[in-house]
């Protein structure tokens, strides 16, 4: 069983960031992980957005990435990158916050034509944090995303699939890490 | 006479990205002074509308002081902006202004872009994050950038960064001067046009 830290950085609730999410930390609480997701937009706007990692519940969610086992970070895709909610967050970890760590990227947007989102701006800031491992990451079409009423999510299998093996591949990553985990620890 | 946005996402006091957005803002309107064009210029510095633009975030409406961020920027004719590098990216406060910047403010506006860092190994941040994001919003970004690390503040750095913002500012100055008096977008009556013809049958 690992710490497993979801970062959720949408700034609604009702998203579908937040959906696509949920399925894949239920997933791996099934399997037996403890996950714990941090909503960024619960968390206080000034010290956020100036740095200020004082604060005692950003410095409390800080904390809690740092010393997790490994990170799922999600954002949506706004003007062709990631949310700067998101970043704002990222901003205020220590440097190598993420070393000895597998780290899941995912993203959503409405446009199969930012993609690349994951891999050209998403990983490269994941890297600069130290991250050992960050495992294959997956874009969800938000038209694959269906919220019902009763806040129950329905996933094309389009989505659903993928979602399943990229999870998958994180959590055998988790696994292979925690040598490197316990070295780091050590350290 | 050519009106400059800069756009500062500093977040400390004295704050080095600040710094560079001055000097390139001096430079680029001593560079269109030569040409005759007296220009001016207005600063949006965002760590003051940090609270805003989180508001603007979540609610979808921007505050007073955010309305007349945006509106500085869309009446400008050019715009420089400058963000610290923060995990090889732009900072999340610089993103998160143009994420709640209305769409197509800067469609066709000529902008220079600049970053700061506390080492030259992130240069490419320019190129690698700021270009994009730009690209994306439909701007002319100029071909030259700047990227200052700490050591080009000190004594022995501030020559070298002279000449390269100096000759930032002459290639942007061309930019503005090919490109002229910006015209703003409105997007509200490109709708309504779009409808009359609709409506029009």
Known sequence: MAHVVAISSSPSSTSRTEAVLGTVTGALSADGHDVHTIALRGLPAAPLLLGDATDPSVAAAAERVTTADAVIVTTPVYKASFGGLLKTFLDLLPQYALQGKAVLPLATGGTPAHVLVVDYALRPVLSSLGATHVTPGWFVLSSHVTVAADGSVLLDEAASTPLAEVTRQFADAIGRLSPVRAAVAVA | ?201
């Not at chain 2, 990205?17 to 210029?41: F, I, P, Y």
């Not at chain 2, 963000?83 to 403010?105: I, M, Q, R």
């Not at chain 2, 501030?158 to 000449?163: H, N, S």
């Open chain 2, 1 to 201: 006479m050519t009106k400059l946005a800069v756009i500062s996402a500093g977040l400390r006091e004295p704050s080095s990205t600040r710094q560079l957005a001055d000097r390139l803002d001096a430079a680029v309107r001593a560079e269109l002074g030569v040409r005759g064009d007296q220009a001016t210029s207005e600063v949006v510095e965002l760590r003051p509308l940090a609270h805003p633009i989180m508001d603007a975030m979540l609610t979808g409406f921007p505050s007073a002081a955010l309305e007349s961020a945006f509106e500085t920027v869309a009446n400008a004719d050019g715009v420089i902006a400058v963000t610290p590098a923060f995990n090889a990216s732009f900072a999340g406060l610089f993103k998160s202004f143009f994420d709640v910047l209305p769409e197509e403010t800067l469609s066709g506006m000529p902008v220079l872009i600049g970053a700061t860092g506390g080492t030259e190994r992130h240069s490419l941040v320019l190129d690698h994050a700021l270009r994009p994001m730009f690209s994306y919003l439909h701007a002319l970004v100029a071909p030259t950038a700047v990227y200052a690390a700490t050591e080009d503040f000190g004594a022995t750095g501030q020559a070298a960064l002279g000449q390269r913002v100096d000759k930032a500012a002459a290639g942007f100055a061309r930019l503005l001067g090919a490109c002229g008096e910006h015209q703003r977008r409105d997007t509200f009556s490109e709708q309504l046009s779009s409808m009359e013809k609709l409506l029009g049958g």
